[in-house]
Nanobody, 123 residues
Framework: QVQLVESGGGLAQAGGSLRLSCAASGGTFGRAHMAWFRQAPGKEREFVAS???????VYAGSVKGRFSISRDNVEDTLHLQMNSLKPEDTAVYYC?????????????????WGQGTQVTVSS
């Protein structure tokens, strides 16, 4: 049974950095597509970044050049390095996983979700 657990969220000042991690269990990480989504107060959940099982990376335009997604297939862990943080990055960040083909941008195509980790960026 797949479980995803996020960590690394917290408080940061504008221009600062945070590194999020997502530990996956269940034995399917190596062949799974992974993604980060986020949801700010009063807003819809939105796509942030994804990485396929073979390493293809895609970023939302709002974070491209500032965030970097990576995966460690030995430790079964997904990471999101966030640099040059902005107040608009404030949100709950969720780790998501899917095994089958689907729309990488759509939250409906992902099968498993973590509980989320709060990121707050002050001015």
């Amino acid at each position: 049974q797949v479980q995803l657990v996020e960590s690394g969220g917290g408080l940061a000042q504008a221009g600062g950095s945070l590194r999020l991690s997502c530990a996956a269990s269940g034995g399917t990480f190596g062949r799974a597509h992974m993604a980060w989504f986020r949801q700010a107060p009063g807003k819809e959940r939105e796509f942030v970044a994804s990485i396929s099982w073979f390493g293809n990376k895609v970023y939302a335009g709002s974070v491209k050049g500032r965030f970097s997604i990576s995966r460690d297939n030995v430790e079964d862990t997904l990471h999101l390095q966030m640099n040059s943080l902005k107040p608009e990055d404030t949100a709950v960040y969720y780790c998501a996983q899917r095994v089958n083909n689907g729309d990488r941008y759509s939250e409906n195509s992902y099968d498993y979700w973590g509980q989320g980790t709060q990121v707050t960026v002050s001015s």
